[in-house]
């Protein structure tokens, strides 16, 4: 069974850092792009930060831009997201994701961590 499974959200003060874990199994994702998404009440998943197979290109939102940091370890299965300077827009459901197809759609999903940033 294909899994991704998110860690490492929780709440912290606005200003503080948190650091999100995917850790990917049943599938070698070493050779897939790996992104993160976010998801606030009431508003849409959006796009945070992806990272291709190689770690060698990385894409942020403007929001997060300077502030958030994508890195992978394939030897490891798993990819991470650095935060800091959070503030309370950063507050939502983060999502790990998988684009297996080379079609710029993401087949594979984790079940998403909370980070609950107070000001």
């Known amino acids: 069974q294909v899994q991704l499974v998110e860690s490492g959200g929780g709440l912290v003060q606005a200003g503080g850092s948190l650091r999100l874990s995917c850790a990917a199994s049943g599938r070698d994702f070493s050779t897939d792009t790996m992104a993160w998404f976010r998801q606030s009440p009431g508003k849409d998943r959006e796009f945070v930060a992806l990272i291709n197979w190689s770690g060698g290109r990385t894409q942020y939102a403007e929001s997060v831009k300077g502030r958030f940091t994508i890195s992978r370890d394939n030897a490891k299965n798993t990819v991470y997201l650095q935060m800091i300077s959070l503030n309370s827009e950063d507050t939502a459901v983060y999502y790990c994701?998988?684009?297996?197809?080379?079609?710029?759609?993401?087949?594979?999903w984790g079940q998403g961590t909370q980070v609950t940033v107070s000001s």
């Open positions: 994701a998988a684009e297996t197809t080379r079609d710029g759609l993401y087949d594979y």
